[in-house]
């Protein structure tokens, strides 16, 4: 009986999607004035998971029905000021597994401002989610994140200056993981010069303060300072580069502090109008939630290839490997020894362009984490079929 209740909320999303858009012009929205026009949009997923508690052994699957509602408000103020809003939420029904059941809530406000040589945007992202917070992470938690900062841009000639505040806050819903309940406060500066036609090169300098609430855990200061290069390389390629260092100093006297190598690359390159490659890569210590180990070194590499066979059917290919390195010994069992994970995806699928408003897209992805400890070690495969309709 519930699975047929399930299968007609379904049902039901999918026909208002369809009766809704009739009355609409897709991709323009509602207007609701000269200066406001409200964009709704919808998604349905249906996944197969055939493992997904991540386990090592005794792995169980499930079907999973992700239903996505959302909208976007844009509203002109003037002609130099535009204010954003975006809700949506993910509603993931478990046909076999109602425990696994959550609604995730999103919402965002920006508001741009344009001036001659000035640019400011104010933001703040909220989200009350139900998910795994890394790929460190096994267990859904809910949790809320919240994200509120500014960002100012001032461009003279051929020379730019960026400063920045973000204020982030995480709070975990369950006593397992209260301990790492925090807020980050993160400056930003960044120095750029317009040294080719096509590219700037950088300059940039970032302090993060992160204060637990627990004492239980260590607060920590890092500083990094990074140089680096934004535009075209090349005709055809378009690229974010910084690398530097990275310095975390830990507050409590017995906490390693983490002073690494650190870069930031990301890289799209079109070999002509029907392929593409997007490539990304990642080395930076993270916050972390494992035992006594205050952070772990993430270094990922990621890439996508894109190619249209037909001017409405596209087909992707996508990779990931990714080593988490923990920096003190944990015992598992009967072995000590300091963590390391190796953590990997690979996925292909076709995207079509049904209307202009209607994109369908079948993935599937196989994900291997393989660890020093066995016991947290498991793969994973998923089938997503995923409807979407924006207005």
């Known amino acids: 009986m519930e699975k047929m209740y399930r299968i007609i909320v379904v049902v039901s999303f999918l026909s208002t999607i369809l009766v809704f858009n009739s009355s609409l012009f897709a991709g323009e929205g509602i207007p609701l004035g000269e200066d406001k026009r409200l964009r709704p949009y919808g998604e349905v997923k249906l996944q197969y998971d055939d493992n997904i508690f991540l386990s090592s052994d005794n792995e169980e699957s499930d079907f999973i029905v992700i239903l996505t509602p959302g ?7 003037n002609e130099n000021a535009l204010l954003t809003f975006d809700y949506h939420s993910d509603i993931s029904m478990f046909m076999d597994n109602s425990s696994q059941d959550g609604t995730n809530h999103y919402l965002s406000g920006i508001l741009d401002l344009e001036f001659h040589d000035l640019s400011v945007s104010v933001y703040d992202r909220f989200a009350r989610v139900f998910e795994r917070p890394s790929t460190e992470d096994t267990d859904r938690v809910k949790r809320k994140d919240n994200r509120i900062g500014i960002k100012t841009k ?10 920045g505040y973000e204020n982030f806050h995480r709070d975990y819903e369950g006593a397992d993981y209260n301990p790492y309940d925090r807020t980050e406060h993160i400056y930003s500066a960044m120095l750029t010069h317009q ?5 700037k090169l950088l300059l940039e300098y970032d302090f993060t303060d992160i204060v637990y609430d627990d004492d239980t855990r260590s607060d920590a200061k890092y500083y990094q300072l990074l140089v680096g290069a934004i535009g075209e390389l090349t005709p055809k390629t378009e690229a974010t580069i910084k690398t530097g260092m990275q310095w975390g100093d830990y507050q409590q006297g017995d906490d390693p502090d983490s002073d690494e190598w650190v870069v930031y690359g990301d890289l799209v390159h079109k070999f002509s109008e029907k392929d593409s490659v997007k490539l990304s890569g990642r080395r930076l210590a993270h916050e972390s939630t494992y035992d006594v180990n205050n952070y772990y070194l993430m270094e990922n590499v990621s890439a996508t290839f894109s190619h249209f066979f037909t001017p409405k059917l596209l087909g992707f290919v996508t990779g990931l490997y990714q080593i988490n390195s923990y920096p003190r010994e944990t015992t598992e069992g009967i072995e000590t020894k300091k963590r390391e994970d190796n953590y990997s995806s690979l996925g292909a699928g076709l995207r079509y362009y049904m209307r202009k408003w209607l994109t369908l897209t079948l993935q599937a992805e196989h994900i291997v984490r393989d660890s020093n400890f ?8 998923l089938i997503t079929l995923t409807a979407r309709a924006e207005f």
């Open 154 to 163: 001032l461009e003279k000639e051929r020379f730019g200056i960026e400063l």
């Open 195 to 199: 040294t080719f036609e096509k590219t």
């Open 374 to 381: 066995d016991s947290f070690d498991y793969d994973q495969n």
């Open 71 to 77: 909208a976007e408000l844009e509203w002109g103020l």
